[in-house]
């Protein structure tokens, strides 16, 4: 169930009066003065299922007023009035995981429609100084988990040394114009390493100042650290739940022993959990794994992932997926492998000379069938995976929204509209809400919500992105709001606005 808005001072007088406001008329007492009124547009909100023609106003960064007649002549003399004839207007788009942090991954998304990015899956070292960074610097909100991968590698050394590495750590994952995945390549050698009994405290403690500083959960990308042990991962499920948080999790292998030891370890901790990227996880036993999880669900257990709408998946060519036996794991070889810096498919040859230098590769490795059936299930959120900017990324860091609801709703009805909607809004902002309170203003169009919103063409959204060309910013997007703020306009960007916010997780003490 959603948490109740909270309303400031301000607002408290002018509720009873916005509450009206859905009525043909208008009493003449009322002289509410509105920031920004949308006119005209069909208003989806998921969570009342409103869909209808409507005129929402907006003071100071909240949605006040929801109206079936006109409300242009309560608007200041400073406001703005968008008319949105011909267009959706939908709560912001909220994306549970995306790698790409920076300013210009940032503009990518909000051109997607996006006003609330996160970086759930792996997390950040160092979470304080990381959301400090962005403060007043990004167009849209953003956040992070605490990172299990880079918490371990400090909890493997001792005295002077942790701290230096520590140190050096925390740096490059606070550096505010870079967009590091801290689990592609860095300290290999700890990657490997077993993190013995007597050194779980030493981990916990790590995470635990992260959560502290607002951390929204534990990111768990084990894959990418073979020496991550089965009695390590349920440790730190042990951990989760005295803290009443939730762990975001890339299991350790496409295998279903691999979803199964988390599911157990969740089961058995009531551990809530979140699986990334249940399309490039499950692959061929997509079926057999999105039963799990609805059976799981279905016997009262916290459980949910996502899927993000593309046939290929991307990492660093360096990790630890690319260990020996990656081709039996992803059923796939050299050739399907796309070098992004040059956009070539790989051999033999060029595997090793690029494994050995470091960076992003696409791997094409899915069906449609896969993510059509995931896309397809109810429960099941999308969310990008978004890949740090850079010519020929993955196309999934700046369309993934835009595809589901041009390729997936319009020209193939795969869902409807109102449903995909949901799973770009409501659905994420309704998973995070207990662990990071401001996410129940987010994702509804509703009085007293954050007036995150996007306003798009139902007709013309699409993505533009492409694995052949790279990152292009998506069609259709007309306008999107942070806070009541336009950070897209007509469909451009407005330049030198930075309402962002940090999202952050609750700060739960041991």
């Given at each position: 169930?959603?948490?109740?808005?909270?309303?400031?001072?301000?607002?408290?007088?002018?509720?009873?009066?916005?509450?009206?406001?859905?009525?043909?008329?208008?009493?003449?007492?009322d002289d509410l003065?509105?920031?920004?009124?949308?006119?005209?547009?069909?208003?989806?909100?998921?969570?009342?299922?409103?869909?209808?023609?409507?005129?929402?106003?907006?003071?100071?960064?909240?949605?006040?007023?929801?109206?079936?007649?006109?409300?242009?002549?309560?608007?200041?003399?400073?406001?703005?009035?968008?008319?949105?004839?011909?267009?959706?207007?939908?709560?912001?788009?909220?994306?549970?995981?995306?790698?790409?942090?920076?300013?210009?991954?940032?503009?990518?998304?909000?051109?997607?429609?996006?006003?609330?990015?996160?970086?759930?899956?792996?997390?950040?070292?160092?979470?304080?100084?990381?959301?400090?960074?962005?403060?007043?610097?990004?167009?849209?909100?953003?956040?992070?988990?605490?990172?299990?991968?880079?918490?371990?590698?400090?909890?493997?050394?001792?005295?002077?040394?942790?701290?230096?590495?520590?140190?050096?750590?925390?740096?490059?994952?606070?550096?505010?114009?870079?967009?590091?995945?801290?689990?592609?390549?860095?300290?290999?050698?700890?990657?490997?390493?077993?993190?013995?009994?007597?050194?779980?405290?030493?981990?916990?403690?790590?995470?635990?100042?992260?959560?502290?500083?607002?951390?929204?959960?534990?990111?768990?990308?084990?894959?990418?650290?073979?020496?991550?042990?089965?009695?390590?991962?349920?440790?730190?499920?042990?951990?989760?739940?005295?803290?009443?948080?939730?762990?975001?999790?890339?299991?350790?292998?496409?295998?279903p022993l691999a979803?199964?030891?988390v599911i157990a370890?969740?089961?058995?901790?009531?551990?809530?959990?979140?699986?990334?990227?249940?399309?490039?996880?499950?692959?061929?036993?997509?079926?057999?794994?999105?039963?799990?999880?609805?059976?799981?669900?279905?016997?009262?257990?916290?459980?949910?992932?996502?899927?993000?709408?593309?046939?290929?998946?991307?990492?660093?060519?360096?990790?630890?997926?690319?260990?020996?036996?990656?081709?039996?794991?992803?059923?796939?070889?050299?050739?399907?492998?796309?070098?992004?810096?040059?956009?070539?498919?790989?051999?033999?040859?060029?595997?090793?000379?690029?494994?050995?230098?470091?960076?992003?590769?696409?791997?094409?490795?899915?069906?449609?069938?896969?993510?059509?059936?995931?896309?397809?299930?109810?429960?099941?959120?999308?969310?990008?995976?978004?890949?740090?900017?850079?010519?020929?990324?993955?196309?999934?860091?700046?369309?993934?929204?835009?595809?589901?609801?041009?390729?997936?709703?319009?020209?193939?009805?795969?869902?409807?509209?109102?449903?995909?909607?949901?799973?770009?809004?409501?659905?994420?902002?309704?998973?995070?809400?207990?662990?990071?309170?401001?996410?129940?203003?987010?994702?509804?169009?509703?009085?007293?919500?954050?007036?995150?919103?996007?306003?798009?063409?139902?007709?013309?959204?699409?993505?533009?992105?492409?694995?052949?060309?790279?990152?292009?910013?998506?069609?259709?997007?007309?306008?999107?709001?942070?806070?009541?703020?336009?950070?897209?306009?007509?469909?451009?960007?407005?330049?030198?606005?930075?309402?962002?916010?940090?999202?952050?997780?609750?700060?739960?003490?041991?």
């Amino acid at each position: 169930m959603s948490q109740p808005f909270s309303v400031s001072i301000r607002h408290l007088a002018t509720f009873a009066v916005c509450s009206l406001l859905c009525l043909p008329t208008l009493g003449a007492e009322d002289d509410l003065q509105l920031d920004l009124v949308i006119a005209n547009g069909r208003v989806i909100d998921p969570e009342t299922e409103l869909d209808a023609i409507r005129h929402v106003g907006i003071v100071d960064g909240s949605i006040v007023a929801i109206s079936t007649s006109p409300l242009s002549d309560q608007l200041s003399p400073t406001g703005e009035l968008i008319d949105a004839s011909g267009l959706v207007v939908a709560p912001g788009f909220i994306d549970m995981h995306t790698h790409g942090q920076s300013e210009t991954s940032s503009y990518f998304m909000a051109h997607d429609g996006v006003t609330t990015t996160l970086e759930l899956e792996s997390g950040v070292y160092g979470v304080e100084e990381w959301l400090e960074a962005r403060r007043g610097k990004r167009p849209i909100h953003f956040g992070a988990s605490a990172s299990h991968n880079t918490a371990r590698i400090i909890a493997l050394h001792e005295g002077q040394d942790a701290r230096i590495l520590a140190s050096s750590l925390r740096r490059r994952h606070v550096e505010p114009n870079g967009d590091a995945i801290p689990y592609a390549g860095s300290m290999r050698e700890s990657r490997y390493a077993t993190l013995t009994p007597d050194r779980y405290e030493l981990l916990r403690a790590e995470i635990q100042e992260d959560l502290n500083e607002g951390a929204i959960g534990i990111g768990l990308a084990h894959q990418y650290s073979p020496g991550v042990n089965e009695r390590e991962v349920y440790d730190l499920f042990e951990f989760a739940a005295e803290q009443s948080g939730i762990i975001f999790t890339h299991v350790r292998s496409s295998e279903p022993l691999a979803m199964q030891e988390v599911i157990a370890n969740s089961v058995l901790t009531s551990t809530p959990l979140h699986i990334v990227h249940v399309n490039s996880m499950a692959l061929e036993n997509i079926d057999l794994i999105l039963n799990m999880i609805s059976r799981a669900q279905a016997n009262g257990f916290d459980i949910s992932t996502e899927v993000y709408p593309y046939t290929a998946a991307s990492t660093g060519l360096e990790s630890a997926l690319f260990d020996e036996g990656w081709q039996n794991d992803f059923g796939v070889s050299y050739d399907a492998l796309q070098w992004v810096a040059t956009g070539e498919r790989l051999n033999a040859e060029t595997f090793e000379l690029y494994r050995a230098q470091g960076g992003p590769v696409i791997i094409h490795m899915m069906q449609e069938a896969w993510i059509d059936r995931a896309l397809s299930e109810d429960f099941v959120i999308v969310a990008s995976d978004g890949m740090p900017y850079a010519p020929g990324a993955h196309p999934r860091s700046a369309g993934t929204f835009s595809r589901v609801l041009g390729r997936y709703v319009r020209e193939r009805g795969v869902l409807d509209l109102p449903s995909a909607i949901r799973k770009i809004t409501l659905m994420p902002a309704r998973r995070l809400e207990p662990y990071a309170p401001q996410m129940a203003r987010k994702g509804r169009v509703q009085i007293g919500a954050d007036a995150d919103l996007t306003l798009f063409d139902p007709e013309r959204i699409i993505d533009t992105a492409t694995f052949e060309e790279g990152l292009s910013y998506s069609e259709g997007i007309e306008y999107v709001l942070v806070m009541g703020t336009p950070v897209i306009r007509n469909g451009e960007t407005v330049e030198g606005e930075f309402p962002g916010q940090a999202i952050t997780g609750s700060g739960l003490l041991p």
